[in-house]
């Protein structure tokens, strides 16, 4: 049986950028909605106790199929991840984070440009990510509907959703004024954590 996780903060505490009403329906209703409908499709199945990583790594559909479980596993953890993403005090990146997108996108500007380009190029509902892969290469991606790389392997070091119900309600179809907004309340302490966590089981193995 899967929960829907506490919000880190209040359903107001993202305004002026994401209004209460935003999180009221996108937390509220849509993250509960997948949490849910998963616990209902796997009722009595043998997935009813494992994981929501195990499970998402273990219904990924090959391309071009659609799994219901997957989908909704996936968006479960999605969302979950997003929420932390966001942050009503937003502080600076690090030092160690600042010289890892440095040395990667050429400045925190410029990757903060790179994945806002992606994100607002996405087609259709999905998620733009920050991800490493298994050296600890970083990546910007998108991924299409409830897609998540945590299935294919890369670590996700942080998230925007692209879905309409993430920000229709305040800025119906202007992606772009979204992810402007975005980067307001980017928590770069969970992407730095997130960072650190990557060196110390990248070191350990
Ligand atoms: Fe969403």
């Known amino acids: 049986m899967h ?36 616990n209902e499709l796997i009722k009595g199945t043998d997935y009813e106790h494992v994981s929501l990583e195990a499970l998402i790594r273990a219904t990924r559909p090959s391309p071009g199929r659609s799994s219901p479980v997957y989908n909704n596993a996936a ?18 990146p690090d030092t160690h984070l600042r ?29 733009t990510w920050l991800v490493a892969d298994d050296s ?15 299935a294919a392997g890369r670590m996700p ?16 179809n202007a992606r772009a004024e979204y992810l402007a907004a975005f980067w307001k309340i980017i928590n770069w302490d969970f992407v730095a954590a997130n960072l650190r966590h990557l060196h110390r089981t ?4």
Do not use: M
């Open 3 to 38: 929960t829907l996780p506490e919000l880190p903060y209040r359903l107001d505490a993202l305004e002026p950028y994401l209004s209460r009403e935003t999180l009221d329906y996108h937390y509220g209703k849509h993250h509960r909605a997948y949490v849910n409908k998963l």
């Open 202 to 205: 990248s070191h350990a193995a």
């Open 136 to 150: 600890g290469d970083l990546d910007i991606i998108s991924t299409a509907n409830a897609d998540t790389p945590l």
């Open 157 to 172: 070091l942080l998230t925007c959703d692209v879905w309409e119900h993430a920000y229709y309600i305040d800025y119906r």
């Open 75 to 92: 968006q479960a953890w999605n969302h979950a991840f997003y929420w932390h993403c966001l942050t009503p005090q937003a502080t600076p």
């Open 99 to 127: 010289e890892v997108l440095t040395t990667r996108f050429g400045s925190v500007d410029d990757f903060q440009l790179q994945f806002a380009r992606t994100a607002v190029t996405t087609f259709g509902s999905g998620w």
